[in-house]
């Protein structure tokens, strides 16, 4: 079984339209799978909790497949969903969390399914289940709150495991800990994240379903007084407008892809719009990441800029130019989100991290 047997861990990735795990020995992966969900395939669920079986008996099969014994895991890790506001760090799934996800007062979110599996799958095994920084970590400071209207508070949803994973990881290249240095750090995924990092905690961050740069499918902040019209128009029900803000917004809108290499292949074939709207991208991410710098008073070590995005030379280059006069910018492509959730695992299960309880 190897010198890592001790800490074998499961870890669950549940997103919009996938399903990512992965086996770990330690800090070794051994096996990683992603399963493609077609729309018409989860089109006959009517709520993410529906989905719970067959992304469960998913799971199973493919363990079962590469002779991989289910009594031979230390622990399970899911992604943390859209729980209460929360500090970051490792949280041991417990009772009060899955009943919360089941009723999902905070949204509906594929993320909500990782810690109700890792939970069974651990009670089952008579071993612990964690989360690691869920969507719903939020460390901003009572300045940040304010929004500008009594009746709505700022709330803090972003992609918080890969941000602080990165994070840590440029900390350490640096030789430093995460909780000693300064950072911006720019997710550009499917949603987009920027966020100040003070010395290991998330200070302030644009809400990635409601605020800050446009992303391929979310529209970001919007011009207020015309986006109250537009609701009171008639044209479009509740749900429809939630779906134009949430998943239908950004590039989709303008395009109808989410994909930015194709909106880069129109762009270099002519296409005007599409090259408008990479120029204007790069532009609100580097804007964005312009405020939580001065957020935190120009004392800023690096500019990480992570996601799927952060492949594109194009937008990366773009935002480096308007924002490289902060700091040094590093740029970490794609996402570490199942490495995050075994290193947040395994930094409790070695004893370096006492996990949190969720109350
Ligand atoms: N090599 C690449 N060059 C340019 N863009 C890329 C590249 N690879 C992926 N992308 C783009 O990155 C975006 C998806 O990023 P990512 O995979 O981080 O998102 P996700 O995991 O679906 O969502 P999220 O990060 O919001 O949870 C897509 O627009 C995709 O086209
Ligand atoms: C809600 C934050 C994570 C995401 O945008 O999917």
Redesign the pocket.
Known sequence: MGEYQQYRILVINP????TKFAVYDGEKQRFKKTVEHSAQELKNFNRVFDQYQYRLTMIIEALRKEDIELTTFKAVAGRGGLLKPLAGGTYLVNEQMVADLKKAERGEHASNLGAVIAYDLGQQLGIPAFIVDPVSVDEMEPVARISGLPDLERTSLS?AL?MKAVARKVAKEMGKKYEEVNFVVA???????VAPHRQGRMIDVNN?KEEGPF??DRCGGLPASQLVKLCYSGKYTYEEMREKLTSKGG?YAYLGT???????KMADQGHELANLLLDALAYQVAKEIGAMSAVLEGDVDRIII????????R?VNDIMRRVKFIAPVVVV???E?LESLALGALRVLRGEEEAKEYV
């Open positions: 997103g919009a339209t996938s992609h890969n997710h550009l995924g499917t949603g987009v994240s990635a992303s391929p590039l989410t994909d930015l290499r194709e909106v880069e992570t996601g799927g995005i952060a492949h594109s030379t937008i492509p794609g996402e989100e």
